[in-house]
């Protein structure tokens, strides 16, 4: 359930930016002096949601978390046959004028984690990667990715994302290191 609409920050609304624009240009900064032809302007507000549901499991967005830990918010997209791990800070409806269906898609604000050339283990060698159905991967510790990169975007639909995934810290190594693994079903 959504709470009232909520003033989205200049984050979020940069990446709904790109993500309207990113197949042709839709919409345009409020305070753009020359804005493009047929465009318009880029909603301010958003309903803002305190959960979803992905995969029957329950999302819970780090800026909705109530144990400000990152636990259920950590999730898998597969673009282009590659994975990606994020944090969701973000889950909201946004209603924008000009875009169809807008105030029906339930979006994502992702915060995507930096992947690692580690392993956990001495051995250069991923033990885990025999096992691809276990989706275990390693990401460096507290890094993310520069979230205009647009590789993976900031923004996406929820229904676009592919499972929740479980998230620990391994300490023994140096550098320490995130690892994931799955709990796609």
Same mark, same amino acid.
């Given at each position: 359930?959504?709470?009232?609409?909520?003033?989205?920050?200049?984050?979020?609304?940069?990446?709904?930016?790109?993500?309207?624009?990113?197949?042709?240009?839709?919409?345009?900064?409020?305070?753009?002096?020359?804005?493009?032809?047929?465009?318009?302007?880029?909603?301010?507000?958003?309903?803002?949601y305190?959960?979803?549901?992905?995969?029957?499991? #329950?999302?819970?967005?780090?800026? $909705?978390?109530?144990?400000?830990?990152?636990? @259920?918010?950590?999730?898998? =997209?597969? !673009? /282009?046959?590659?994975?990606?791990?994020?944090?969701? #800070?973000?889950?909201?409806?946004? $209603?924008?004028?000009?875009?169809?269906?807008? @105030?029906?898609?339930?979006? =994502?604000? !992702? /915060?995507?984690?930096?992947?690692?050339?580690?392993?956990?283990?001495?051995?250069?060698?991923?033990?885990?990667?025999?096992?691809?159905?276990?989706?275990?991967?390693?990401?460096?510790?507290?890094?993310?990715?520069?979230?205009l990169?647009?590789d993976?975007?900031?923004?996406?639909h929820?229904?676009?994302?592919?499972?929740?995934?479980?998230?620990?810290?391994?300490?023994?190594?140096?550098?320490?290191?995130?690892?994931?693994?799955?709990?796609?079903?």
């Open positions: 359930i959504a709470d009232k609409a909520e003033k989205l920050d200049d984050f979020i609304r940069r990446g709904l930016y790109s993500y309207y624009n990113k197949d042709q240009r839709r919409v345009h900064y409020p305070m753009d002096q020359n804005p493009a032809p047929n465009t318009s302007p880029l909603a301010s507000h958003a309903e803002i305190n959960f979803a549901l992905l995969d029957g499991r #329950r999302i819970t967005p780090t800026s $909705r978390s109530s144990r400000n830990t990152a636990g @259920s918010s950590i999730v898998q =997209a597969r !673009i /282009a046959n590659k994975r990606y791990a994020g944090e969701i #800070r973000s889950i909201f409806v946004h $209603r924008q004028p000009g875009v169809p269906d807008s @105030s029906e898609t339930l979006l =994502a604000s !992702i /915060a995507w984690m930096k992947r690692s050339d580690y392993t956990p283990l001495d051995n250069p060698v991923f033990i885990w990667d025999r096992f691809p159905e276990l989706g275990v991967e390693t990401w460096e510790l507290n890094q993310f990715v520069d979230p990169s647009h993976p975007p900031m923004i996406m929820l229904r676009d994302l592919h499972c929740q995934l479980s998230r620990g810290t391994v300490t023994h190594t140096v550098p320490n290191m995130w690892i994931t693994a799955t709990m796609d079903r």
